[in-house]
Nanobody, 119 residues
Framework: QVQLEESGGGLVQAGGSLRLSCAAS????????VAWFRQAPGKERELVCS????????AYTDSVKARFTINTDNAKNTVYLQMNNLKPEDTAIYYC????????????WGQGTQVTVSS
């Protein structure tokens, strides 16, 4: 079992930056694929980006490419989401999730952290 805890959300003006953190406990991220999802009010949950812990392969949804960066800190067993040039449409609850490599569903989820971008 792995427990995930996000932090780093908050209120920022458009054009600003935030860095979200996702810390794991119970086991390491080794062997897992880790992703950030977000859900805005009245909208479906959206996959924002993902990273393979072992190989570092990343993927981003088009709307955040060149603005968001997902990376890992092995020593801290933490995944980060650096968000730059934030836009009001980035406002959402951001969730960290993880799954065993080769599995379809993300099984492990954090509680979410609110990101609000004012115009």
């Amino acid at each position: 079992q792995v427990q995930l805890e996000e932090s780093g959300g908050g209120l920022v003006q458009a054009g600003g930056s935030l860095r979200l953190s996702c810390a794991a406990s119970g086991r390491t991220f080794s062997g897992l694929q880790v992703a950030w999802f977000r859900q805005a009010p009245g909208k479906e949950r959206e996959l924002v980006c993902s990273i393979s812990w072992s190989g570092g392969t990343t993927a981003y949804t088009d709307s955040v490419k060149a603005r968001f960066t997902i990376n890992t800190d092995n020593a801290k067993n933490t995944v980060y989401l650096q968000m730059n040039n934030l836009k009001p449409e980035d406002t959402a609850i951001y969730y960290c999730a993880a799954r065993e490599v080769g599995r379809n569903d993300y099984f492990y989820w954090g509680q979410g952290t609110q990101v609000t971008v004012s115009s």
